[in-house]
């Protein structure tokens, strides 16, 4: 459910894989992956190994050596359990469908949608460029591109963070006077009724419902703004990179890859190795099955977490009714068990993970999806009436998904979600508050179906997509292209589907600093081409950049 916003300066090709925070300069070496991709929690700008991503006007390419031609279909970005982020998204579009009748699509009304609409356009948002967006039961989050936390939707318990318990229908500016005064925040998560933000500087912030701890600032007290978490015990001295709103409960990851947790704990959710609640962060314990681990994601449901490490295990713990932490068993775990990697996942590299409140979703290297927990809307999409499976199941890849090569996932309460390299997307699960986008609202779907792309979505690609509740919230740009092929010792980069001049092509080595190369201002239409002939060794990285 979270992230931040991270870049490593540079990565070997078959050893390490990048994740860091643009202009910290921090490497973190994840063996076995050398994709850079954004994660599956709620942070912004995160950049991790999955999919070749782009963005919107800002279409990033990556080559990976002399001899090959690399294609990067309209654009990917990764999508999470309750969140999803973009990396630099300049001028895209947030979309939803799906329940809302607390208004917690920002579309000014509380009527449910079963098609997609323009979200979080109006309002206090008029003129921001949203660039994350976060979407709890009954409430969501955007952040914008200047660092500002904006919310709709169910304000029972402060979620909305202005300082009243009024439900806004439309974004309301979540407030900056106290602990978020003079900050820019760099990622959010939120969930049932609590939200994490985490700031430039490395601080973290929550605000909402605090009755068992969730807020991690030492108390039980709900706050009207924003609070600061404490930081100053297990926390300390700690660089977090990726929080995860739970149920009633936090998860957070720091840069050496340690898991730390706080708030409600009463089956396991934090993974001490107790049913004591914490008032503030302890460590997961690392006793067990994570002696020796690094985890480089995390994502949290109703009451149990996952964790993916950096040799490809799958890690689960807390609740387990059913059979959400994988493991074969309907056994509450107070401490992390190993999910079951011998069944379809055997021989399998997972790459991303997805969290909801009852079942998972798992993105492997080769494209294919596969979940485990509840299944009884079909939410996890293997064509069974099963009411859960404890052990992974394949998502079918028949139908709908036949010959897609899927690039993220997302995990709702009771449906899923998968992103398609072409910008396309496709749903299941149940859609009796129309979460899967169709037009219906089919109580259930045992398999994939397309998201219709007409409407909203006609000449648009999904970039990233996030659900929580019954919600799906999507930011969309406009379809384009970009090739990378090798050139007298060089590189020629060709971008197309471009809607106008002028753009500038732009290099970086590292994702965090771009070079401008060249500023074309006409040509053939919606083409922009460039050859580079200096291109650093190692991996190089293209954008262009309009200037409109």
């Keep these: 459910m979270s992230f931040q916003n991270r870049t490593a300066s ?10 860091t925070q643009l202009g910290s300069g921090i490497l973190w070496p994840k063996p076995k992956y050398n994709e850079i991709h954004l994660p599956a929690c709620c942070r912004v700008n995160w950049i991790e190994p999955v999919p070749r991503s782009i963005t919107t006007r800002e279409k990033v390419i990556r080559r990976y ?44 009304s509380s009527s449910v949608r079963t098609t997609p609409v323009l979200a979080y356009t109006n309002g206090a948002l008029a003129g921001k460029v949203v660039t994350a967006v976060a979407v709890g039961t009954t409430h969501s989050l955007a952040l914008t591109s200047d660092g500002q936390v904006f919310a709709c939707g169910n304000n029972l ?27 820019s925040v760099t990622a959010i998560s939120t969930s049932v009724r609590h939200n994490l933000a985490i700031t430039s500087d490395g601080r973290l912030v929550a605000w909402g419902a605090n009755t068992r701890g969730q807020l991690g600032d030492g108390t039980t007290n709900t706050p009207s703004t924003p609070v600061a978490v404490d930081m100053s015990g297990a926390l300390a001295d700690k660089v977090v990179v990726a929080v995860a709103a739970g149920g009633s409960n936090c998860v957070a990851l720091t840069s050496e890859g340690q898991v730390f947790s706080w708030g409600a704990n009463s089956v396991g959710q934090l993974g001490d190795d107790t049913t ?34 950096a040799d490809g295990g799958l890690y689960a713990w807390g609740w387990n009714n059913t059979g959400q ?28 993970i997805a969290v909801g409140q009852y079942h998972n979703l798992v993105l492997t290297e080769d494209s294919q999806v596969f979940g485990w927990g509840l299944n009884v809307s079909g939410q996890l999409g293997d064509g069974s009436t099963a009411t859960f499976q404890p052990m992974p199941v394949a998502v079918s890849a028949a139908g709908a998904l036949s010959g897609k ?19 396309l997307m496709y749903t299941w699960g149940n859609g009796q508050f129309g979460q ?10 045992l398999t994939p179906s397309a998201v219709p792309t007409g409407g909203l979505l006609n000449g648009k690609a999904a970039l990233a997509v996030a659900a929580g509740g019954g919600t799906c919230l999507v930011i969309v740009g406009p ?50 081409q460039y050859t580079d002939l200096d291109a650093p060794q190692g991996r190089a990285y293209y954008r262009t950049s309009s200037g409109r």
């Design 325 to 352: 932490l994988g493991d074969g068993t309907t056994t509450n775990r107070l401490a992390p068990v190993a999910v079951k990697m011998e069944g379809v996942l055997a021989g399998k590299s997972v790459k991303e």
């Design 10 to 19: 540079k990565i070997s090709d078959d050893s390490l894989s990048s994740r």
């Design 65 to 108: 050596n002399p001899r090959s031609r690399w294609q990067a279909a309209r654009g990917l970005l990764v999508a999470s359990s309750l969140a999803m982020t973009l990396s630099r998204a300049l001028f895209a579009d947030p979309i939803g469908w799906g329940s809302n009748l607390n208004g917690q699509l920002g579309i000014g």
């Design 405 to 423: 090569t899927i690039v993220g996932i997302a995990a709702g309460e009771f449906h899923s979600v998968a992103l398609a390299s072409d910008g």
């Design 276 to 309: 004591t609640d914490r008032l503030t962060a302890v460590p997961v314990t690392t006793a067990g099955v994570l002696a020796g681990k690094s985890v480089i994601k995390i994502g949290a449901g109703l009451q149990h977490s996952v964790a993916l490490t």
């Design 436 to 445: 899967l986008g169709d037009g219906t609202t089919a109580p259930t779907r």
């Design 157 to 183: 318990n402060r979620q909305i963070g202005d300082g009243s318990t009024t439900n806004h229908l439309t974004p309301t500016a979540v407030d900056r006077s106290g602990v978020l005064a003079d900050k």
């Design 479 to 528: 379809i384009s292209r970009g090739e990378v092929t090798p050139f007298l010792g060089g590189y020629q980069i060709r971008f197309s589907g471009l809607d106008g001049w002028p753009y500038t092509v732009q290099r970086s080595s590292d994702l965090t600093t771009w070079f401008p190369l060249t500023t074309n201002t006409a040509g053939p239409p919606g083409v922009l």
